[in-house]
């Protein structure tokens, strides 16, 4: 890899590190005392939950992980130019196949190294703490395998 690529590799991996997601969660729905109530307070909380969750993944997603994946996760980001190996595509139905849901996040956590793949995808440590949002960035590889 010449100066120029380890250069801009370097750059990026700046940039990818310093991107993060500022929004903060909303908090938790209060719960009643009927069993009924709960459940029918829970369910439309759930929901708007899962919404916030799937956007902040959205948005983390283009943040960290499209530079170099790709809008829409076919490894060919900006950053890929100057990537070897080049970022995985989640269209791969053969990988899709293969990998857990638990190795996604793993690798997402704790980057490319973590897991026998490219020490050049960063680690998102900031994430443990934030264990829906790694959820909704599964689910956004997965919907990617299915396209």
Same mark, same amino acid.
């Given at each position: ?73 076919? /490894? ?27 190795? *996604?996040?793993?690798? *997402?956590?704790? /980057? /490319? ?6 020490? *050049? ?12 949002? *790694? ?13």
């Amino acid at each position: 890899m010449s100066r120029q690529s380890i250069a801009s590799v370097a750059a990026i991996l700046g940039i990818l590190s310093l991107a993060a997601c500022s929004k903060s969660q909303p908090p938790a729905p209060a719960s009643g005392s009927a069993g009924d109530t709960v459940a029918a307070t829970q369910a439309p909380a759930a929901a708007a939950n899962a919404a916030v969750d799937d956007a902040q993944a959205k948005e983390m997603f283009k943040a960290r992980c499209a530079p170099c994946h790709g809008e829409q996760g076919r /490894g060919d980001g900006p950053a890929s130019a100057a990537l070897n190996p080049k970022p995985r595509n989640y269209h791969d139905k053969t990988w899709q196949s293969k990998v857990t849901d638990d190795d *996604i996040k793993k690798t *997402i956590t704790y /980057g /490319g190294a973590a897991v026998g793949k490219s020490p *050049i995808m960063p680690s998102s440590p900031d994430l443990e703490s934030k264990p829906e949002v *790694i959820d909704g960035l599964v689910h956004l590889v997965r919907a990617f395998g299915k396209s």
